[in-house]
């Protein structure tokens, strides 16, 4: 007993020593002006109309239904609002009450639809959230502080390098295939873009790089190659794939990585270009100020367990997929929240018919009587929102006087090149059939063969939206 209590006492004194505060302050500047740049894109972009007016139907998170999008107006100031954060938490005004309005008004917006969801909109929810706990504005910080937003930062790319362990992306070179060969046309690069060889290197490579690159940037010897590495393939995967901010984003969080002293000892480098710089290098490199004053033990551990808690989720929660049988790039149970970034190329096509018992007839209804054309191309894929506008039909139908009527959906489906497939048995009356967290037995099972390597113009053909979230 005596042990154990040694070496929880030696792992809480070494979770709890002081180290320099400068790459956690300097994230958060970096941090809070990607917010500030992304939220003002967001303003200016004409997206707001697009997302929040637009539709007339929104798809629903599980246990979040209640979520409904404010006025256009409204969401422009909340947008606004965002941004302000954003620069507040570059500047460190308020930084924790920053974080934490930024929390709440980003996540609600993107809880709004489903169909809006992209990985890097997650990522940055959970930075902001850590932002609201840990000090990123003192000249000292307890090393926990630093372990979190690594870890936080550490769990997308390792997850994103185990999500492409599988034959799809490893074998068939899926689907950077598809990709790859819709970019023929990219000069002086064009040609190499349809070779097989290029494909299963790239795939290779991306994989490699996902699951070692934090271990490179941990290295102190191999970091500076190992940032420029990353600072190569987040250039090129902004350029060929159109995945919004990801790149930029993962390009400065990735600074967490260094040493703790990073930004002083840059300033002090740079304070030699001119009085100004010389000014400001002096002022970052100082010594670094006394610890602040130790928390009371009971809040300690309360702030111990919320760590822990916070750690345990991220590093489980990405893991449920396997809790549900077949794969998940084909069923989608555990495929949100788990940084499966880019690992499949999937879309599809969705007819709803619909029986009507009291007129003893059966009526085809598109999607897009209730959906906008973005939301009509996400929704195809996704088997849960496919139910979740079965059961808005039904809904419609009932309200205009039709009874109890019968939906079911038929959903051909194309994953990684194959094929287009039945997603969902046709024979189900997706009315019935609840909206809940339990294995999906109305989805049909996976495809079971290869996908097809694709011609340059098949591939233009085909390419769509689907891999990137």
Not at 27 to 46: E, K, Y
Not at 199 to 206: I, T, Y
Not at 324 to 341: F, H
Not at 342 to 370: A, D, I, N
Request: hydrophobic share 50%; net charge positive.
């Amino acid at each position: 007993m005596g042990t154990r209590r040694g070496q929880t006492e030696r792992l809480a004194a070494w979770l709890t020593r002081p180290v320099d505060g400068a790459s956690l302050a300097a994230f958060r500047v970096l941090f809070g002006l990607l917010v500030l740049v992304a939220m003002t894109r967001f303003l200016l972009s004409g997206w707001i109309p697009r997302f929040y007016g637009e539709p007339t139907f929104f798809f629903k998170y599980w246990g979040f239904s209640w979520v409904e999008p404010m006025p256009v107006p409204g969401m422009f100031a909340l947008y606004g609002v965002l941004a302000l954060c954003g620069l507040a938490i570059a500047l460190g005004v308020h930084t924790r009450i920053a974080a934490a309005i930024f929390f709440v008004g980003f996540t609600y917006a993107e809880l709004i639809d489903v169909t809006n969801y992209l990985n890097h909109y997650y990522l940055v929810s959970m930075l902001a959230l850590l932002l609201v706990f840990v000090p990123a504005g003192r000249a000292q910080v307890p090393a926990w502080a630093l372990y979190l937003v690594r870890l936080q930062v550490g769990v997308v790319y390792v997850y994103a390098g185990l999500a492409k362990m599988q034959p799809d992306w490893l074998l068939h070179a899926q689907p950077l295939n598809i990709w790859m060969t819709a970019r023929v046309d990219t000069p002086i690069i064009g040609p190499l873009l349809d070779e097989t060889w290029v494909h299963v290197a790239a795939s290779w490579g991306a994989f490699l790089f996902d699951t070692t690159i934090v271990l490179w940037l941990s290295w102190r010897r191999s970091r500076p190659l190992a940032y420029a590495v990353l600072l190569g393939f987040h250039f090129m995967t902004g350029v060929f794939f159109n995945i919004g901010m990801f790149p930029a984003i993962m390009t400065l969080v990735a600074t967490i990585f260094f040493a703790p002293d990073w930004p002083r000892a840059l300033a002090r480098r740079l304070g030699r270009l001119g009085s100004r710089l010389a000014r400001l290098g002096r002022w970052l490199a100082r010594a670094p100020q006394a610890a602040a004053p130790r928390a009371p033990l009971a809040l300690r551990r309360a702030g111990f367990a919320a760590a822990g808690l916070f750690v345990a989720f991220q590093v489980l929660f990405p893991l449920r997929h396997y809790l549900y049988p077949g794969d998940v790039l084909w069923n989608e149970q555990g495929m949100r929240w788990a940084w499966k970034v880019m690992v499949r190329e999937k879309h599809g096509s969705v007819t709803y018919h619909v029986h009507l018992p009291q007129r003893g007839v059966t009526v085809q209804v598109p999607p897009h009587r209730y959906l906008t054309p973005r939301q009509e191309r996400e929704m195809a894929g996704q088997p849960d929102l496919v139910l979740q506008l079965a059961h808005h039909i039904a809904d419609d139908f009932r309200r205009r006087g039709h009874g109890q009527v019968e939906v079911r959906a038929e959903a051909l489906v194309s994953l990684n090149g194959r094929r287009a497939r039945p997603m969902i048995d046709p024979a189900i009356d997706l009315a019935r059939v609840a909206d809940d967290l339990a294995p999906a037995a109305w989805i049909t099972p996976e495809p079971d063969e290869p996908p097809i390597r694709l011609s340059p113009q098949r591939a233009v053909a085909r390419t769509g939206r689907g891999g990137g979230r």
